[in-house]
């Protein structure tokens, strides 16, 4: 068993930055970033595999968002920048334990899942 824990959301004005962290009580594989605002269905972010060297992310974030992590505290971080009022959601990291063959980009691949941060980004 492995949990996930969030930091680092709140309220932020339009073209602002935020960074997001998730440590994990455990070791984990890839890790990814989702989010989720009213309304609207869950959106893949951004994923990473274990070493971090292969990163992929959602092609609609236009090279806004960065992930990265550190394995040494078992934690990967989401930094966000220039945001938009359309950014506000609620933001959920998800690891991978085990890999079962899902995309990187799906939420069935994950094991586990943070409690969420929210987001607000105001205009």
């Known amino acids: 068993q492995v949990q996930l824990v969030q930091s680092g959301g709140g309220l932020v004005q339009a073209g602002g930055s935020l960074t997001l962290s998730c440590a994990a009580s455990?070791?984990?594989?890839?890790m990814a970033w989702f989010r989720h605002a009213p309304g609207r269905q869950r959106q893949f972010l951004a994923f990473?595999?274990?070493?971090?060297?292969?990163?992929y992310y959602a092609d609609f974030l236009k090279g806004r968002f960065t992930i990265s992590r550190d394995n040494s505290k078992n934690t990967v971080y989401l930094q966000m920048n220039s945001l938009e009022p359309e950014d506000a959601a609620v933001y959920y990291c998800?690891?991978?334990?085990?890999?079962?063959?899902?995309?990187?980009?799906?939420?069935?691949?994950?094991?586990?899942w943070g409690q969420g941060n929210q987001v607000t980004v105001s205009s």
């Open positions: 998800a690891a991978e334990v085990s890999n079962n063959g899902e995309g990187c980009y799906n939420a069935l691949r994950y094991n586990y």
């Open positions: 990473t595999s274990r070493s971090g060297g292969n990163s």
């Open positions: 455990g070791r984990t594989l890839g």
